[in-house]
């Protein structure tokens, strides 16, 4: 129903006590990484059966981790819509400020987390209406919001800014992500 092919795919079993197992074309899809921990992303032709998706279909291995036994998976894939949502990688630099991504909208909502490891992270602009966006919870962590210094991000009219050191979301590596647009419309307006 996209389209085109997923870029990002967070699956999970349904009855079975498994972890939640994403994809990402910024991995490459002979690896995974898991939702539900901070561990890096691994290697693995069992999950994704080492085949890219394509607009029709994705392809799952053998793993007990996407083809459980017994179990119904729900799988939500998302895409690249211009002006609406938008999936990547960067080269975090750990330094400060760190670098700009570029996403062609102002994200309202953003999911990051390092292909080292490191926690995943979700940022939005209901619970910092104003730059910076710093509060922040985490997919694989039950801990409360966390918003304490640094500050994590800017979010402008056509992307966001890294501006934390060595922590996430800008540990020196390979970051992946999903944003989605504040205002979703086939052209941005800067605000």
Not at 114 to 122: A, E, K, Q
Request: aromatic share 14%.
């Amino acid at each position: 129903g996209l389209n085109k092919s997923p870029e990002f795919i967070i699956t999970k079993a349904r009855s079975n006590a498994t972890d939640w197992v994403t994809g990402h074309t910024g991995i490459g899809w002979d690896n995974f990484v898991f939702l539900n921990t901070s561990a890096a992303s691994g290697a693995s032709a069992a999950v994704w059966n080492s085949t890219a998706p394509d607009s029709n279909v994705f392809s799952i291995g053998t793993s007990s981790y996407i083809n459980p036994s017994g179990s119904d998976v729900i799988a939500y894939c998302f895409t690249s819509v211009e002006g609406y949502c938008k999936v990547g990688t960067y080269q975090g630099n750990a330094g400060s400020p760190g670098p700009f991504v570029y996403t062609g909208f102002r994200p309202q909502f953003l999911l990051v987390k390092s292909t080292i490891s490191g926690w995943w992270n979700i940022l939005d602009a209901t619970r910092d209406e104003y730059n910076p966006v710093k509060s922040m919870v985490f997919p694989n962590d039950p801990s409360a919001e966390y918003s304490g210094a640094p500050d994590r991000v800017n979010f402008f009219s056509n992307g966001f800014n890294v501006l934390s050191g060595s922590s996430d979301p800008n540990q020196n590596s390979p970051n992946i992500y999903v944003a989605f647009a504040e205002h979703p419309f086939k052209t941005s307006r800067a605000r």
